[in-house]
T-cell receptor
Framework: NAGVTQTPKFQVLKTGQSMTLQCAQDMNHEYMSWYRQDPGMGLRLIHYSVGAGITDQGEVPNGYNVSRSTTEDFPLRLLSAAPSQTSVYFC???????????FGPGTRLTVL | GDSVTQMEGPVTLSEEACLTINCTYTATGYPSLFWYVQYPGEGLQLLLKATKADDKGSNKGFEATYRKETTSFHLEKGSVQVSDSAVYFCALSDQGGSEKLVFGKGTKLTVNP
């Protein structure tokens, strides 16, 4: 099993550009989520999904969109990047409530 | 809302020293509690967890006990190694066993030989 994979590992954008961060898992987990990690802030939940076709907002959803068309994939879209979105982004998955979350290796995004 | 507070870092120790990283939480009901570890350049991985009061989670020589009376879940290890150098995060999920985790800000540990 590859676990949770994320692409790209690094990305530099200009303000106003759009892009999609990819996340995939091969563990047949129903639950997937996106976090951002900023210095001194810990991890903050952006969006999450409890199954294909179901998504919901987390703590810091503004500026990000998600969709979940399959169990395996959970892409995160930045429609118009801003410098405040410079961060490290982690995708995670788990098989259900209260279960261990498995994290991907992260995407380091810089917005100039 | 739910929140987690952990001790400020960074923490620097010599090999074989004792480690304690304090973690306290605010939550309604009876959350599940977790410690995650992040090694340099990697994602987070679960270190240990406890799901009810007085439970003790343990793994790789680390321990933490769920103390409801003090709303705490302190991480301890009797003898740290250089390979324990990492960032440690305390986290909780709510009483319903929510899929959502609330994280503390993390504590960076450096262990010197």
């Amino acid at each position: 099993n590859a676990g949770v994979t994320q692409t790209p590992k690094f990305q530099v954008l200009k303000t106003g550009q759009s892009m999609t961060l990819q996340c995939a898992q091969d563990m047949n987990h129903e639950y997937m989520s996106w976090y951002r990690q900023d210095p001194g802030m810990g991890l903050r939940l952006i969006h999450y999904s409890v199954g294909a076709g179901i998504t919901d907002q987390g703590e810091v959803p503004n500026g990000y969109n998600v969709s979940r068309s399959t169990t395996e994939d959970f892409p995160l879209r930045l429609l118009s990047a801003a410098p405040s979105q410079t961060s490290v982004y982690f995708c995670a998955s788990s098989y259900g409530r209260g279960a261990e979350q498995f994290f991907g290796p992260g995407t380091r995004l810089t917005v100039l | 809302g739910d929140s987690v507070t952990q001790m400020e870092g960074p923490v620097t120790l010599s090999e074989e020293a004792c480690l304690t990283i304090n973690c306290t939480y605010t939550a309604t009901g009876y959350p599940s509690l977790f410690w995650y570890v992040q090694y340099p350049g990697e994602g987070l991985q679960l270190l240990l967890k406890a799901t009810k009061a007085d439970d003790k989670g343990s793994n790789k020589g680390f321990e933490a006990t769920y103390r409801k009376e003090t709303t705490s879940f302190h991480l301890e290890k009797g003898s740290v190694q250089v390979s324990d150098s990492a960032v440690y995060f305390c986290a909780l999920s709510d009483q319903g066993g929510s899929e959502k985790l609330v994280f503390g800000k993390g504590t960076k540990l450096t262990v010197n030989p």
